[in-house]
């Protein structure tokens, strides 16, 4: 498993871009590099994953450098709403089945 | 859309009961997990199958079982809760192969008193 460094909290204004960076310089040749965001009662919900380049859907962006030793989800114009706990997991999704959730970056989105 | 639903939000019981945690996900996933989630140490995987009947240890089983009789039920089992099993359980279910995200139920919060 890598292991992930990402930073405890950030904090933000609506209307901003919020950027979060992962580090897992131990990523391994099949690992996959996923997202996941997190509201206070609620399971974690899968945001956006990827292997390399950049990955965009309707949520976020997701730039991974070519050395892969780390990553960036990218969340634009936040909102009140997009205040959670985000959380980068990397790992071979078919056959690691024990994926590590560290503490996760706590967003705080102000207006 | 999948949905993955657990039983109870929140639940209350004693010292020493036989707690049940059951999670039913609809979308015909081969994998499912069994979570707990405390403050300040993230998420930690309990138990997972990866097919009906069939288990797998995680990071911490000691004092849960669980049961896996029909693919799309999950079952999470405190034999005798103790004061240290209150938390917030998840249940979480994939496709197997690559690459396939796992998609969680809202959680039970169990509180043993």
């Known amino acids: 498993l890598a292991k992930t460094t990402q930073p405890i909290s950030m904090d933000s204004y609506e209307g901003q871009e919020v950027n979060i960076t992962c580090s897992h310089n131990?990523?391994?040749?099949?690992?996959?590099i996923t997202w996941y965001q997190q509201f206070p009662s609620q399971g974690p919900r899968f945001i956006i994953q990827g292997y390399k380049t950049k990955v965009t859907n309707e949520v976020a962006s997701l730039f991974i450098p070519a050395d892969r030793k780390s990553s960036t989800l990218s969340l634009p114009r936040v909102s009140l709403s997009d205040t959670a706990v985000y959380y980068c997991l990397v790992g071979d999704l078919s056959n690691d089945y024990k994926l590590s959730f560290g503490a996760g970056t706590t967003v705080t989105v102000r207006a | 859309d999948v949905k993955v639903t657990q039983s109870s939000r929140y639940l209350v019981k004693r010292t020493g009961e036989k707690v049940f945690l059951e999670c039913v996900q609809d979308m015909d996933h081969e994998n499912m997990f069994w979570y707990r989630q405390d403050p300040g140490l993230g998420l930690r995987l309990i138990y997972f199958?990866?097919?009906?009947?069939?288990?797998e240890k995680g990071d911490i089983p000691e004092g849960y079982s669980v049961s896996r009789e029909k693919k799309e039920r999950f079952s999470l089992i405190l034999e005798s809760a103790s004061t240290n099993q209150t938390s917030m359980y998840l249940c979480a279910s994939n496709r197997q192969g690559a690459p396939q995200p796992q998609h969680f139920g809202d959680g039970t919060r169990l509180s043993i008193l």
């Open positions: 199958s990866y097919d009906v009947k069939m288990k």
């Open positions: 131990n990523i391994a040749t099949n690992d996959y």
